[in-house]
């Protein structure tokens, strides 16, 4: 079991450049989760799927964030037009039930 | 809505001293809660969760006791080691969801 794997660990992009984050979830979980860690905020929610469909998006910033789940081996974070704002570790995580999540190592997101 | 509260965002102690780190929350519905512990550069990993019955969770030498009175969920450990240092997050879930909600996180810096 190799864990959530998140690719990629680093990405820098200009400011107003597309950003895509891509996501594994563990073989079998059913939920998974978007989040974005900065350290004046923590880890703030931004999304999740339970069985590849989007159930709760109420942490997004609507304009530019985007989540799809097109299969269960897979999910992507898509920011449009990025900000230095948008600046932060996007952590993924899944889980099955209430055992708790399984998080990735997170790609930090670098915007100059 | 649902929310965690962490008061402290650094706790510095000197390693064999008691920790306790606080947690409050607030849930419309029945309340699981969870502790996550994230040491530097790694990903947030589960280090405990409340049970539906009285049970204490324990993990590592930590544990911590729901309290629905006082709606708490505190960690606490009876001596602290160096290797405890790191950023502890307190969560919730209730039973009509899987979004788990996060805390900002509390610092644990702890000297030789």
């Known amino acids: 079991n190799a864990g959530v794997i998140q690719t990629p660990r680093h990405k820098v992009t200009g400011k107003g450049q597309e950003a895509t984050l891509w996501c594994e979830p563990i073989?079998?979980?059913?939920?998974v989760f978007w989040y974005r860690q900065t350290i004046v905020q923590g880890l703030e929610f931004l999304t999740y799927?339970?069985?590849?469909?989007?159930?709760?998006d109420s942490g997004m910033p609507k304009e530019r964030f985007s989540a799809q789940m097109p299969n269960q081996s897979h999910s992507t974070l898509k920011i449009q037009s990025t900000q230095p704002q948008d600046s932060a570790v996007y952590l993924c995580?899944?889980?099955?039930?209430?055992?708790?999540?399984?998080f990735g190592h997170g790609t930090k997101l670098s915007v100059l | 809505g649902d929310s965690v509260t962490q008061t402290e965002g650094l706790v510095t102690l000197t390693e064999g001293l008691p920790v306790m780190l606080n947690c409050t929350y607030q849930?419309?519905?029945?309340?699981?809660l969870f502790w996550y512990v994230q040491h530097l550069n790694e990903a947030p990993k589960l280090l405990l969760k409340?049970?539906?019955?009285?049970k204490r969770p324990e993990h590592q030498g930590f544990h911590a006791t729901l309290h629905k009175s006082s709606s708490s969920f505190h960690l606490q450990k009876s001596s602290a080691q160096l290797s405890d240092s790191a950023l502890y997050y307190c969560?919730?879930?209730?039973?009509?969801?899987?979004?788990?909600?996060f805390g900002k996180g509390t610092h644990l810096h702890v000297l030789p």
């Open positions: 995580a899944s889980s099955q039930g209430r055992t708790g999540l399984f």
């Open positions: 849930s419309t519905y029945s309340p699981f």
């Open positions: 409340s049970f539906t019955d009285n």
């Open positions: 073989s079998g979980h059913s939920a």
């Open positions: 799927f339970r069985n590849q469909a989007p159930i709760d």
């Open positions: 969560a919730l879930t209730h039973t009509n969801a899987y979004k788990v909600i």
